[in-house]
């Protein structure tokens, strides 16, 4: 897909969309996870913390006795992960888990339990819970704290958030391909739309359907009020266009009468120059004429059989003069089909084989067949042909075929032109035959 594609625009918007919204939903469901987690952890320890406060005595020296201590296997095993400690006036009271070691201070208020994760015995990180208590009338305070290694819970939280990560990731991948699937449904009326419009460039009588989503509506609307007018500025530039060049007929008719006369008074020199502009203006006109049709080519649609046209040709060309020194052949496939109007075929066609049969020796071929999903068609001489570098010079974008030598004039100019018209293609090459091959081709639907 291009870069400047809508598909494409589409797509990445509705993939950035879907990624930045699971990314959300990803850290909103794990902070909740977290938080649940956490929240039950600290419940469990303000759990064990309140058997311990229920236990909680001082001696005369203020020093903490708990009774009974919380047997749990996890307090009784050194370094077992669970822990408390009551810190008296008089000494402390602790778990045998904390062995020789001693919970860190942290702050403790004497409303609630104070939960906070803090760095433990053993290289452990723990999370914590504390209190500070007053358990006789004495008013001697009593900080209370119970503790549990937390790493198990965090590598559990840590293996959660991988896991939710990937089954995002793949709902990413799933609602990608929905967005890829929604957006060509979607695109679906641009791609009917591309192929009217293709069939409107092809022909300005054609016009847009009214088959179309109301969004696309105004601009199908708007385009089929444009191809009108073009229609319609095409028409009236035609017209004039031939009613200029038939104008031009009857003064050129005139001059050439006046040439006659002055060859038949002597002026044969005069004479000679005006008979050259009159065909140089005359090949001019019908030159233009010829491009009118082209331009009438682009819209007229049709189809012919190459076949058909190639033989009617050939037959009216026999019968001319030179045409009667020429041995034709035509081997062309009868079942073509060419969407191009018969008329237009034939302007091509007989344009070529006239132009072959005046500079062959004795041999013209006209053939036609399907190349490479390509309706080929081919007339060939044995005649001089074109020079290597007039035929490449020829093939140039924008150089006239009738000014680059080889005494081939308008004629394959004009085919030139009524090719394009037809999306079609012209070549020039070296012929089989030892003449010039002239080649028309065009892409099979």
């Given at each position: 897909?291009?870069?400047?594609?809508?598909?494409?625009?589409?797509?990445?918007?509705?993939?950035?969309?879907?990624?930045?919204?699971?990314?959300?939903?990803?850290?909103?469901?794990?902070?909740?996870?977290?938080?649940?987690?956490?929240?039950?952890e600290?419940?469990?320890?303000?759990?064990?913390?309140?058997?311990?406060?229920?236990?909680?005595?001082?001696?005369?020296?203020?020093?903490?006795?708990?009774?009974?201590?919380?047997?749990?296997?996890?307090?009784?095993?050194?370094?077992?992960g669970?822990?408390?400690?009551?810190?008296?006036?008089?000494?402390?009271?602790?778990?045998?888990?904390?062995?020789?070691?001693?919970?860190?201070?942290?702050?403790?208020?004497?409303?609630?339990?104070?939960?906070?994760?803090?760095?433990?015995?053993?290289?452990?990180?723990?999370?914590?819970?504390?209190?500070?208590?007053?358990?006789?009338?004495?008013?001697?305070?009593?900080?209370?704290?119970?503790?549990?290694?937390?790493?198990?819970?965090?590598?559990?939280?840590?293996?959660?958030?991988?896991?939710?990560?990937l089954?995002?990731?793949?709902?990413?991948?799933?609602?990608?391909?929905?967005?890829?699937?929604?957006?060509?449904l979607?695109?679906?009326?641009?791609?009917?739309?591309?192929?009217?419009?293709?069939?409107?460039?092809?022909?300005?009588?054609?016009?847009?359907?009214?088959?179309?989503?109301?969004?696309?509506?105004?601009?199908?609307?708007?385009?089929?009020?444009?191809?009108?007018?073009?229609?319609?500025?095409?028409?009236?530039?035609?017209?004039?266009?031939?009613?200029?060049?038939?104008?031009?007929?009857?003064?050129?008719?005139?001059?050439?009468?006046?040439?006659?006369?002055?060859?038949?008074?002597?002026?044969?020199?005069?004479?000679?120059?005006?008979?050259?502009?009159?065909?140089?203006?005359?090949?001019?006109?019908?030159?233009?004429?010829?491009?009118?049709?082209?331009?009438?080519?682009?819209?007229?649609?049709?189809?012919?059989?190459?076949?058909?046209?190639?033989?009617?040709?050939?037959?009216?060309?026999?019968r001319?003069?030179?045409?009667?020194?020429?041995?034709?052949?035509?081997?062309?496939?009868s079942?073509?089909?060419?969407?191009?109007?018969?008329?237009?075929?034939?302007?091509?066609?007989?344009?070529?084989?006239?132009?072959?049969s005046?500079?062959?020796?004795?041999?013209?071929?006209?053939?036609?067949?399907?190349e490479?999903?390509?309706?080929?068609?081919?007339?060939?001489?044995?005649?001089?042909?074109?020079?290597?570098?007039?035929?490449?010079?020829?093939?140039?974008?924008?150089?006239?075929?009738?000014?680059?030598?080889?005494?081939?004039?308008?004629?394959?100019?004009?085919?030139?032109?009524?090719?394009?018209?037809?999306?079609?293609?012209?070549?020039?090459?070296?012929?089989?035959?030892?003449?010039?091959?002239?080649?028309?081709?065009?892409q099979?639907?």
């Amino acid at each position: 897909m291009k870069r400047s594609s809508l598909r494409l625009r589409l797509l990445l918007g509705a993939a950035i969309a879907v990624f930045l919204a699971l990314a959300l939903a990803w850290g909103g469901i794990s902070l909740l996870i977290h938080q649940h987690i956490e929240t039950r952890e600290a419940a469990q320890l303000r759990s064990v913390a309140e058997r311990v406060v229920a236990g909680l005595t001082l001696d005369a020296a203020g020093k903490p006795m708990i009774d009974p201590a919380p047997s749990d296997a996890a307090f009784q095993a050194i370094a077992g992960g669970t822990y408390w400690q009551a810190i008296g006036p008089g000494g402390s009271a602790q778990s045998p888990s904390l062995w020789d070691q001693s919970l860190p201070e942290a702050a403790a208020s004497g409303d609630d339990w104070t939960t906070a994760t803090v760095p433990g015995p053993f290289g452990k990180q723990l999370t914590m819970v504390s209190r500070r208590i007053q358990p006789d009338r004495r008013a001697r305070d009593v900080i209370v704290r119970v503790a549990a290694d937390d790493s198990e819970m965090r590598d559990a939280l840590r293996e959660f958030d991988a896991e939710l990560a990937l089954s995002l990731a793949f709902l990413w991948v799933v609602l990608s391909l929905a967005a890829y699937f929604q957006v060509s449904l979607g695109l679906r009326p641009l791609d009917r739309l591309r192929r009217e419009l293709d069939r409107l460039r092809r022909s300005p009588a054609a016009r847009l359907s009214d088959n179309h989503p109301a969004e696309i509506l105004p601009l199908t609307e708007a385009i089929n009020a444009m191809a009108a007018a073009r229609e319609s500025d095409l028409a009236r530039a035609r017209r004039r266009a031939a009613d200029l060049a038939h104008s031009l007929k009857t003064p050129l008719a005139v001059v050439a009468a006046q040439s006659r006369r002055a060859r038949d008074e002597g002026a044969t020199s005069a004479a000679e120059g005006i008979d050259r502009a009159v065909t140089a203006v005359g090949a001019a006109l019908e030159a233009e004429l010829a491009r009118s049709r082209a331009a009438a080519a682009r819209g007229s649609g049709g189809e012919s059989n190459p076949s058909e046209v190639a033989d009617g040709l050939i037959s009216v060309i026999e019968r001319t003069e030179k045409g009667e020194q020429i041995a034709f052949s035509a081997d062309l496939a009868s079942n073509l089909r060419l969407a191009v109007d018969s008329s237009d075929l034939a302007e091509m066609l007989g344009a070529l084989i006239e132009n072959a049969s005046r500079h062959a020796r004795r041999h013209v071929a006209v053939s036609g067949d399907l190349e490479d999903g390509a309706i080929v068609l081919r007339v060939e001489d044995d005649g001089p042909g074109m020079e290597d570098a007039a035929i490449t010079r020829a093939m140039e974008r924008g150089v006239r075929i009738d000014e680059t030598g080889g005494g081939h004039g308008f004629g394959l100019a004009i085919v030139r032109d009524l090719a394009e018209a037809t999306e079609g293609e012209f070549r020039l090459g070296r012929s089989k035959l030892g003449g010039l091959s002239a080649e028309l081709r065009w892409q099979s639907d």
